[in-house]
Nanobody
Framework: QVQLVESGGGLVQAGGSLRLSCDASGLTFNRYTMGWFRQAPGKEREFVTGITGSGGSTRYGDSVRGRFTISRDNSKNTVYLQMNNLKPEDTAVYYC???????????????????WGKGILVTVSS
């Protein structure tokens, strides 16, 4: 079965950096658009960033553009999220997700993904 496993979360001070990884198994990885979403306490889940199967196209949410970078290594079935200049408002559970057929419009509006990881907590202290 498909598994998405996030790693790399933790506690960091404001202005610091973290890199999240998501290891995928059970799917033909390069056929899936991969995305990162987050959900802060008391808030709705939010699109953070996504990358197409080939890595040729990316999208970013307005709140992270210029600070976060998504990348993927199809030889390792892994997608990464490099987070720089972190802010306390970036504190959330971050989820990795995979999708095979939705448009960017649908993905960025949060209209579901095919598969989800269990999430990993990122806490940014002020």
């Amino acid at each position: 079965q498909v598994q998405l496993v996030e790693s790399g979360g933790g506690l960091v001070q404001a202005g610091g950096s973290l890199r999240l990884s998501c290891d995928a198994s059970g799917l033909t990885f390069n056929r899936y658009t991969m995305g990162w979403f987050r959900q802060a306490p008391g808030k709705e889940r939010e699109f953070v960033t996504g990358i197409t199967g080939s890595g040729g196209s990316t999208r970013y949410g307005d709140s992270v553009r210029g600070r976060f970078t998504i990348s993927r290594d199809n030889s390792k079935n892994t997608v990464y999220l490099q987070m720089n200049n972190l802010k306390p408002e970036d504190t959330a559970v971050y989820y990795c997700a995979a999708d095979s057929g939705r448009t960017w419009y649908q993905i960025m509006r949060g209209e579901g993904m095919d598969y989800w990881g269990k999430g990993i907590l990122v806490t940014v202290s002020s």
